[in-house]
């Protein structure tokens, strides 16, 4: 068990040298080699659940609060197959995540042994990287910190995601931990990853921003989508309203943002008359379908700009699909396009437009002495204090803060948009909480 232990051992440490800070473990006789590991180091907050598909979903709160992985750690079996509701998630919803699936020995597969199933590559393609580096054996200890620290660059690549380490471990399961392969100096990780910094050439804006000349244009900042000064100013610059989803930092009180889309394009006679002759959109959609069904109809131009070049395009009405950063793109644009706009009239009608949306809803919501599910939502946001985060669950739920709720700045946003799936919301709130405090 030495041998174990001390592999264990130096898993964790090179995870809290590559700056990991929580794990979550569910109590399970095959992975206590590195639940002991984990409880012994102390550097990496535990925490401990008892049952595995909440704990998935904890740790990607986590990591979605944090933007870094947390370790989620579970026993052999079905326990390994409760994490794939949170591994799907984690994968479409670009949530980095390290999950540690505690296997059986090879001499226990195929002859009926309890809590053994194939979990080599049990998450499919939903996990960036997978690696199944067997049984612990001393002669393999020169790869075990390139396997922790590789586990967690995997999971913040481009894009982010789950990866998946499917350790086997043989009886006695305690033990004590030996003297660890040498690290590197400093407390460093053993891999550390360069990503260049892509600038945005002039060129390629251009090209993009010949495509978007029109004093008639939209910008839809979903998430992840340019910060809040990079989409004002590409606005100011174009006339252009923002139709701002809750999930990014672009919904809130300014000239342009627009937050009550959905209630206005649900109107023939403004939709009508408003139809744009192009689109930028930023990241993943709005969840308003009766958005989408008009911009769709709406025959613009339309522009995709995502950091990882997401095929965010379900009506498949995309031009171009642009891999790059979202604020620099949205500097550019604005640097690129400034004075399209022919008069102020486009912008003050989509202004006025809004303002009078927004005094409808809040006559008949935030006056009504009855609890509805939309004013619950307009009010949750409004009532929130400064440094909080929401978490709104699927399906309804999330789409009323989209639909209802004001602009407003000072919170964050965060959602289980990834599959959309309905479950895991309350254990991945409380894992934003464990993270964020």
């Not at 481009?158 to 660890?180: I, M, Q």
């Not at 006339?239 to 009180?253: I, T």
Request: aromatic letters at 4%; hydrophobic letters at 45%; charged letters at 20%.
């Amino acid at each position: 068990m030495t041998v174990a232990a001390t592999f264990a051992a130096t898993l964790v440490d090179e995870w809290a040298r590559a700056g990991l800070t929580h794990a979550v473990v569910c109590p399970g006789s095959r992975s206590t080699p590195l639940a002991l590991a984990l409880a012994a180091d102390g550097r990496l907050q535990v925490h401990v659940r008892i049952d595995e598909r909440s704990a998935g979903f904890l740790a990607l709160g986590i990591g979605a609060a944090t933007g870094r992985p947390a370790v989620v750690v579970v026993t052999s079996g079905t326990a390994a197959a409760e994490l794939h509701p949170a591994v799907v998630e984690a994968s479409y919803g670009r949530v980095p995540l390290v999950v540690c699936t505690a296997d059986r020995p090879p001499e226990l597969h195929g002859v009926g042994s309890a809590q053994t199933v194939d979990q080599v590559r049990l998450y499919g393609r939903a996990v960036r990287w997978a690696a199944e580096p067997g049984v612990p054996d001393a002669d393999a200890a020169g790869s075990w910190r390139s396997l922790a620290s590789r586990a967690v660059l995997e999971s913040l690549g481009s894009p982010p995601g789950p990866v998946h380490l499917d350790l086997a471990f043989r009886e006695p399961l305690v033990g004590s931990s030996d003297a660890l392969p040498p690290g590197r100096a400093g407390d460093a990780p053993w891999h550390r990853a360069v990503v260049p910094d892509r600038e945005v050439s002039s060129t390629e804006v251009a090209r993009v921003a010949d495509l978007l000349a029109s004093p008639r244009g939209l910008v839809v900042a979903g998430a992840p989508g340019p910060d809040s000064p990079a989409v004002q100013r590409l606005a100011e610059a174009t006339g252009w309203p923002v139709l701002a989803d809750p999930r990014g930092e672009a919904r809130v009180p300014h000239p342009s943002t627009v937050a009550a889309f959905d209630a206005l394009v649900r109107q023939p006679v403004f939709a009508d008359a408003h139809r744009p002759s192009v689109v930028v959109r930023f990241g993943q959609p709005p969840l308003s379908r009766a958005l989408a069904t008009w911009l769709a109809g709406s025959q613009a131009r339309q522009v995709l700009i995502d950091p990882h070049g997401g095929w965010w395009d379900a009506d498949r009405t995309a031009s171009v699909v642009v891999a790059g950063p979202p604020s620099r793109w949205a500097h550019g644009l604005a640097d690129a396009l400034a004075g399209v706009a022919g008069g102020d009239g486009w912008a003050t009608s989509w202004r006025r437009a809004q303002d009078r949306a927004e005094a409808a809803l809040a006559s008949v919501l935030d006056a009504s002495p009855a609890l509805t599910e939309p004013g619950i939502a307009r009010r949750v946001v409004a009532d929130l204090p400064d440094g909080a985060t929401l978490v709104p669950s699927a399906s309804m739920p999330g789409r009323h803060v989209e639909w209802y709720a004001a602009a407003r700045g000072g919170i964050r946003v965060l959602a289980n948009r990834g599959a959309n799936g309905i479950d895991g919301v309350v254990s991945t709130a409380v894992g934003v909480a464990s993270a964020t405090g």
